[in-house]
């Protein structure tokens, strides 16, 4: 096998996640078996990104098939890079300690707001993780039970 043109395309693991679910529908409607190395790599990636703390484990998805393409045309002016961008879709950073990150250089190249209102267009667009906001409260939850006075009763 000879490579023609190394990377050029890539695809975020939300477009490998519906590539991958449509071919085992595809199987399924026509009672076939794909061969069982095929089975296995495509359950085990399934498996994989649907596993915390991958955004695609959240129910129901928030991703859809035109949030790729709102989300690029929102990030246009700020001039990413395409990793860059792979990066946002897949790990959908929540705040701007998270998109520092994964952009390079982020506080040189982009003032404050313009990094509130990546992160503001990803939450909008992308959705919010519920995960990670239901682990936040609810480790300030179990702080807030232990009392020092409540210790010292015991």
Request: proline residues 6%; contains cysteine.
């Amino acid at each position: 096998m000879k490579i023609l043109e190394s990377q050029s395309a890539v695809l975020s693991n939300y477009e490998v996640y519906e590539h991958l679910s449509d071919q085992r529908d595809r199987y399924k409607q026509n009672k076939r078996r794909g061969p069982p190395n095929l089975e296995t790599v495509v359950r085990e990636i399934l498996q994989y990104l649907r596993t915390e703390p991958s955004p695609l484990s959240q129910k129901p998805l928030t991703y859809n098939p035109g949030c790729i393409t709102q989300l690029l045309e929102r990030l246009r002016p700020y001039e990413l890079s395409k990793g860059e961008v792979v990066m946002i879709l897949n790990l959908r950073p929540a705040s701007v300690a998270a998109l520092n990150t994964i952009i390079e250089d982020m506080p040189e190249r982009f003032s404050d707001e313009q990094q509130e209102d990546m992160v503001n267009s990803v939450a909008e667009i992308l959705g919010q993780f519920e995960a990670a906001e239901a682990a936040e409260n609810g480790e300030a939850a179990e702080e807030g039970d232990v009392d020092m006075n409540d210790a010292n009763a015991s």
